[in-house]
Structures are given as C-alpha cells and as structure tokens.
C-alpha cells in the first residue's frame, strides 16, 4: 500500500504544475513581445537618436532576461526528471523487494 503511495505521489509530481505551465505561457508570451519591439526598432528612421538607443538598450536587457528564464526552467525541468527518476528506482527496487518476499 505505502508503495502504491509513494508510485501516485510520484505521478503527480512529474506533471507540470500550474504554476509551470503558466510560467512557460508568460515565457512565449515574453519572446512574442520581444520580436515585435525589435520589429519596430527596425522600422526606426533615426538610430543615432537617444530614444532610439534606450529603447535598444531596454530591448536587449528584457532579451537577456529571457533568456536566463529559459535556462533556468528548463534546468530546474531537467533535475525534475532526474529526482524523478531516482524516485522511480526506488519504488522498483521495493516492488522488486516485496515480489522477491511473495515468492
């Protein structure tokens, strides 16, 4: 019983969550924006002009930031993967155990 416990806990915590998903929304969302600022940054008439500069310089902060968001989600995606797979594991190695004592 504890062991089918533990296998349904695990389930749960390989979905993404919510909270995940909504991050990842609001990532595509981020990248959507970002190419249309640089769309109209290329429409721009006058790039010596300190306005358009500024909105350069904001531009490629809020890309930087996007692009640390990604490595991060996805790093934390992928030592996800690996708790759950050393969880997994685990629970084989204890059924494993439990059919080894029914025999």
């Known amino acids: 019983m504890q062991v089918a416990e533990q296998a349904l806990k695990l389930l749960r915590q390989s979905q993404a ?3 995940e998903s909504k991050c ?5 969302e981020l990248i959507l924006e970002v190419e249309q600022m640089k769309s ?3 429409r721009a008439i006058d790039y010596s002009s300190p306005v358009y500069k ?3 310089k904001r531009l490629d ?4 930031a996007a692009h640390s968001f990604y490595e991060s989600y996805f790093n934390m995606c992928k ?5 759950i797979k050393s969880n997994q594991e685990v629970i084989q190695r204890d059924i494993d155990f439990m059919n080894l ?3």
């Open 17 to 19: 969550t919510q909270k």
């Open 24 to 28: 990842m929304s609001d990532y595509a």
């Open 40 to 42: 109209e940054l290329n």
């Open 54 to 56: 500024i909105k350069k």
């Open 61 to 64: 902060i809020i890309e930087k």
């Open 79 to 83: 030592y996800k993967e690996l708790y």
């Open 101 to 103: 004592i029914d025999i």
